[in-house]
């Protein structure tokens, strides 16, 4: 089966800063990779997500860009904020079909 | 407005107890979800309905059943927890996937289970 994995486990960035979050897939099948936002004690919240057949979508702040030959993907954050951090967990999914694959998250803090 | 609501959002039972976690929901989505997060770890699928069609996680124990009695809802039934069932349960939904359409999974609050 599918296993994702992600990189890194945590990771601080300065107020301001970017960040980067890295995943990977096993499955040259997957053809959705949606990203979910989960704060302490709430619900995983969808905050982006891409299809294979793009390479790169952006949401205001947020980016996810897909390299199908390398079997990667990855979340950008600019301009990070206090209120992003949280900790982001990346999947990967067969489409038509129901099971999503998670990366073990990232737990991200920006500092003020 | 809520759209998977899941209920209670605690549940404290003993070892053993049999307990009941319901998961409603107002999208009228195809496929409903059962996940189990334990403590800065990934969801884990437990199990899924698409529809009626229950569809079980090769590695989910027997002691996780589960209920689908119309649409908008789903239960998970805990027959005989133990101390390593304690985590939260997330329920998720899903839209009928389809080729031309994103197939992405809506999450309920969650029930965190504490087992004594």
């Known amino acids: 089966g599918e296993n994702v994995e992600q990189h890194p486990s945590t990771l601080s960035v300065q107020e301001g800063d970017s960040a980067v979050i890295k995943c990977t897939y096993s499955?040259?099948?997957?053809?959705?990779f949606p990203w979910y936002k989960q704060e302490l004690g709430k619900r995983p919240q969808l905050i982006i997500d891409?299809?294979?057949?793009?390479g790169e979508k952006k949401d205001q702040r947020i980016a996810v860009t897909l390299n199908k030959t390398a079997k990667h993907f990855s979340l950008h954050i600019t301009e990070t904020q206090p209120e992003d951090s949280a900790v982001y967990f990346c999947?990967?999914?067969?489409?038509?079909?129901?099971?999503?694959?998670f990366g073990t998250g990232t737990s991200l803090t920006v500092i003020p | 407005d809520a759209m998977v609501i899941q209920n209670p959002r605690y549940q404290v039972t003993q070892f053993g107890k049999p307990v009941t976690l319901s998961c409603s929901q107002t999208?009228?989505?195809?496929?409903m979800y059962w996940y189990q997060q334990k403590s800065s770890q990934a969801p884990k699928l437990l199990f899924h309905?698409?529809?009626?069609?229950?569809?079980n996680e090769a590695d989910t124990p027997d002691n996780f059943q589960s209920r689908r009695p119309n649409t908008s809802f789903c239960f998970l039934d805990i027959r005989s927890p133990g101390l390593g069932d304690a985590a939260m349960y997330l329920c998720?939904?899903?839209?009928?996937?389809?080729?031309?359409?994103?197939?992405?999974?809506?999450f309920g609050p969650g029930t965190r289970l504490t087992v004594l």
């Open positions: 891409i299809r294979s057949n793009v």
């Open positions: 499955d040259s099948a997957s053809n959705y």
């Open positions: 309905y698409y529809d009626k069609d229950f569809n």
């Open positions: 999947a990967a999914s067969i489409i038509p079909g129901n099971q999503f694959y």
């Open positions: 999208l009228n989505h195809n496929v």
């Open positions: 998720a939904t899903s839209r009928e996937p389809g080729v031309s359409r994103t197939d992405t999974q809506y």
